[in-house]
């Protein structure tokens, strides 16, 4: 069968890829896999037809015969599961592989996701300018670990896998903040990432539908 996610149908990354539909298109497209998305509005994600598939009512949600599921880093692991592409065959480098998937959203996600929510909801309070470096300090530090490892490397242990995949879609994030560039070794591991012929081809999909809307 073919699997369908959902997204966004008017992202409020107006099309820059930064919506975690992303995450799962570019492993669809890195294992050839066709898939079929789901448009919805926000008044939707919050209707009980999609609170059936993520009762958090966000996007993305995966549906492939009768398995559904929510949470990206959950889409990714099950894809790459069922496609060698992704993930190594020798059972430890698998394991450090989903290693870093779990790092990518666990460890190095949140600092990120909390400064862009700083820029977006409290920019203009009387806090923000003490808070901004705070927050930028605390991205530094796990910039500074990640870089350390990663060296003059292309991937984070060996060929690509979901791992850099997840870490990749991580580290956009910061497009436009400055922080990435003072890393040139990390800003040159995105930009591999984002050269692949598969993350072209998903973020052409999902900036689409930006322009389409």
């Known amino acids: 069968m073919t ?32 898939y079929e998305v789901r448009l919805l509005s926000f008044d ?17 949600t ?13 889409i990714v692991l099950r894809i790459a599961e069922q496609h060698a592409r992704l993930l190594p065959e020798d059972a430890n480098a698998r394991a450090r592989a989903i290693m870093w998937m779990f790092a990518a959203l666990s460890t190095v996600e949140p600092p990120i996701v909390e400064r862009s929510m700083a820029v977006i909801l409290e920019r203009g309070e009387p806090w923000y300018e003490q808070r901004m470096p705070i927050l930028e300090k605390n991205i530094r530090q796990r910039l500074d670990r990640l870089s350390h490892h990663l ?10 896998s979901a791992g850099d995949l ?32 598969a993350f072209r081809r998903a973020f052409d999909a999902q900036r689409q539908v930006f322009l389409r809307s």
């Open 3 to 34: 699997p369908v996610i959902t997204a966004f149908a008017k992202s409020p990354d107006r099309g820059r890829g930064l919506a975690r539909d992303m995450r799962v298109r570019w492993a669809l497209e890195e294992v050839e896999k066709p």
């Open 44 to 60: 939707a994600m919050k209707q009980p037809a999609h609170l059936a598939l993520n009762p958090f009512g966000q996007i993305p």
């Open 62 to 74: 995966y549906e492939d015969g009768d398995l559904v599921l929510f949470e990206s880093g959950a």
């Open 151 to 160: 060296g003059d490397a292309d991937w984070l242990d060996g060929r690509f």
């Open 166 to 197: 997840m870490m990749v879609m991580v580290l956009f994030r910061l497009e436009g903040s400055g922080l990435l560039e003072e890393y040139p070794n990390l800003a040159a591991y995105v930009a591999r990432g984002q050269a692949r012929p």
